[in-house]
Each structure stands twice: as C-alpha cells, then as structure tokens.
C-alpha cells in the first residue's frame, strides 16, 4: 500500500528523510517567565498586545524599517542571510509570553 505519508520501498528515500531528522535542531522547551534572566524581563515590560514572545518584542524595538534596511544590508555585504528571522522565532519559542 502506497500513501504520501509514508515513504516507498525506496532505501534513498529513508535515508533522505533520516539526515533530515539528523540535521533538524533539538527543540529547546520554553523557560517560565520567572526564570527568565533580567535583560529578558526588561524587554517584556515593552510588550505589545498581539506580540507572542520575546522576539516580536525585540522586533517592535528596532523597528521594521530599521530591520529590513539590516538584513539588505548584511545580505549585500556578507552573501547570506542575517538569520534574523529564525532567532526571532527561536526567541519566541524560548521565552514566550502566556497567553492573556
């Protein structure tokens, strides 16, 4: 039986999907706000209603144009992106806010 979900009877196939699983980060569980080290619960007092963690916070503290004229920047300077968005999301996963 053959469903997308699965792999075929194909041994590239399994091990595609095994380095995949190989190269994907460890996830990190989020730490409660009451751990949270003092430059973070300095930068949760700026905390917008629709923000879901730290890093949106962060975002909203440099300013979309000012981020966006960075990672052009970086991209130009360097040939690769700035990973900005990823440590945002990392951010937000790491010390997210409690839902309200």
Request: aromatic share 12%.
């Amino acid at each position: 039986m053959h469903t997308i979900f699965l792999p075929r009877n194909n041994p590239g196939t399994f091990r595609r999907t095994q380095i995949i699983l190989e190269l994907a980060p460890p996830r990190i569980p989020p730490v409660p706000i009451e751990e949270w080290p003092l430059w973070a619960r300095a930068i949760r007092k700026f905390r917008r209603a629709a923000d879901r963690g730290l890093g949106d916070t962060i975002v909203h503290l440099i300013g979309d144009t000012r981020s966006e004229r960075f990672k052009k920047w970086f991209a130009r300077k360097f040939g690769r992106t700035c990973g900005c968005t990823e440590r945002q999301r990392w951010l937000n996963h790491k010390f997210p806010y409690a839902p309200n």
